[in-house]
């Protein structure tokens, strides 16, 4: 990857992560920064062993730190080698910057904008108070705010949200919850804020049919009045040319017909929303164990690259409103430092005096990706985090049948603790009936751990899908005979 030096870990600690049936050792390069000038980068290089960090080189400091035995002996070795420690401080510029640069242009800079839904859940009761959920999906970057007003004022109390829930594939997804009593005259709103909108996003809470379905009323609604009024005016012109002034005066009066025009501009606030400052993470995880291993660059939590050892080749991973990024070398680079990875890991059980194996099991949560809709296809995820060592082996089932095909997983991401996560996706049509399971194993679970996933859904009316095609249909029909009778004013003229 031009983005990316290659750079070789003296004392044989090569960046690498595994699963075995033994130790797991992993090195992290961090690129830490908030500033787009990158005044402000920090280069962090991390050894992991057994879920321990045993070093690290923090360019804020200038030197090597140990916080184990074995930690403190290797940096003290390090620290005394000038070529050694000039090294790793040459790497903020020839490493952290130089791929910043690259990160912002071909994706940090990117924005997508949200897609909206405002829906209503009934209790199990069936009583009040009701709840309102305003979700926001595929939209990035992550920072959003979602508020909710009532007659545009912003409401405080009764008002629980999620967390902003990763796809794994860079797009993000959030869900607010309102608990409210209906009173009558009220208007109910749902505030979107994001650096995608030049403006917030307010959508007005309308029990008697959802926001697209409005839509598309509206909009045939719309090309309706259009077509008509093109009709008319080419009717009105060609009247006047064919009869005279005089008879469209006289038939307007005689019809009582009194035509004002008012054109009401409405400036809305061009208010971005701002995001403040926004800690970027891009990093690098190399590790092994005796029998598996990973490398893989990644930003903000999701992936660049990755190194497919099955399949044997690198696999780009940006999502499609980035810019591509190349990475010439780099699969083969990762195969050889698979090898090296391999000795080390021995040195480090050794280091470490074979210590007790470090094993966490995972935690995993299931969601679809889009608003689910009967018929159209969608995207369960399953999110397992927490876990160590990697990787966990994650299955999909429909009605307890496994299912295999549309399935992807992603790379081990490591978590501030040194655990680990991975996102396991489906692709899917929901249909009526149909019941989803993702079933985690993991040698930190004393039975698999599986999730269901079995949601309402709502299948959409026809009726104003119909009446937005007939009203497009006789807009564009209208707009034809207006043009009509345009033409054959002009030719009477």
């Known amino acids: 990857m031009a983005m990316l030096n290659i750079y070789i870990y003296l004392f044989g600690f090569i960046s690498m992560f595994y699963r075995t049936d033994g130790y797991y050792e992993y090195v992290l390069d961090q690129c830490k920064y908030t500033s787009k000038d990158l005044h402000d980068m920090e280069y962090i290089n991390s050894n992991v062993f ?4 045993y070093i690290r080189f923090n360019s804020t400091v200038g030197e090597f730190v140990g916080y184990t035995e074995y930690g403190v002996y290797n940096a003290k070795r390090w620290n005394s080698d000038p070529a050694i420690l000039a090294a790793r401080r040459a790497q903020v510029d020839s490493y952290c910057r130089h791929n910043a640069e690259i990160h912002y242009s071909n994706i940090l800079d990117k924005t997508v904008e949200p897609y909206v839904r405002l829906s209503s859940v009934t209790t199990s009761s069936g009583r009040q108070p009701a709840m309102l959920t305003c979700s926001a999906y595929s939209f990035y970057p992550k920072t959003i705010r979602v508020s909710w007003l009532r007659d545009g004022q912003e409401i405080k109390s009764d008002v629980t949200s999620t967390e902003e829930l990763a796809d794994g594939d860079w797009y993000y997804q959030i869900h ?21 909108l030049t403006a917030p996003m307010v959508i007005d809470w309308d029990p008697s049919m959802p926001a697209f379905e409005r839509n598309e009323i509206a909009i045939g ?12 005016a080419g009717l009105i012109y060609y009247l006047k040319k064919t009869s005279g002034a005089s008879f469209i005066k006289a038939a307007m009066s005689c019809c009582g017909l009194n035509m004002k025009i008012s054109v009401t501009f409405i400036i809305l606030s061009t208010l971005v929303y701002s995001e403040g400052e926004i800690l970027h993470s ?7 164990s005796d029998s598996d291993g990973v490398d893989m660059y990644g930003a903000d939590g999701d992936e660049l690259w990755y190194a497919d050892f099955i399949k044997q080749k690198g696999v780009d991973a940006l999502p499609p409103f980035a810019d591509p990024i190349q990475c010439p070398g780099c699969y083969e680079q990762a195969v050889a430092n698979q090898q090296i990875c391999k000795q080390n890991l021995k040195v480090s059980a050794i280091g470490f005096k074979n210590p007790e194996e470090k094993i966490v099991p995972p935690q995993s949560s299931i969601y679809p990706r889009n608003d689910v809709i009967f018929g159209v296809e969608n995207t369960l995820i399953c999110h397992v985090t927490g876990f160590f060592p990697a990787p966990v ?13 549309g399935v992807h997983i992603s790379s081990p991401y490591p978590n501030q603790d040194f655990t680990l996560n991975q996102f396991s996706s489906l692709t899917f049509t ?7 399971g993702c079933t985690v194993e993991h040698q930190g679970l004393t039975e698999p751990q599986t999730q269901v996933w ?30 009509f009778f345009f033409i054959k004013g002009i030719e009477c003229n």
């Open 430 to 436: 929901p249909e009526k009936g149909n019941i989803y």
């Open 393 to 405: 082996r994650v299955r999909w089932t429909r009605n307890n049948q496994n299912v295999t095909e």
């Open 50 to 53: 057994n879920q321990v960090e």
């Open 454 to 483: 079995a949601p309402e859904v709502r299948q959409p009316r026809v009726g104003p899908a119909v009446f937005c095609g007939v009203g497009l249909t006789l807009g564009l029909l209208g707009v034809a005979t207006g043009l």
């Open 282 to 288: 891009d990093l690098t995880i190399r590790g092994c």
């Open 176 to 196: 607010s919850h309102l608990e409210y009593t209906p009173k009558s005259g009220e208007k109910i709103s749902c505030k979107v804020e994001h650096s995608s």
């Open 221 to 232: 609604a719309s090309g309706l009045v259009l077509g008509t009024i093109i009709a008319l």
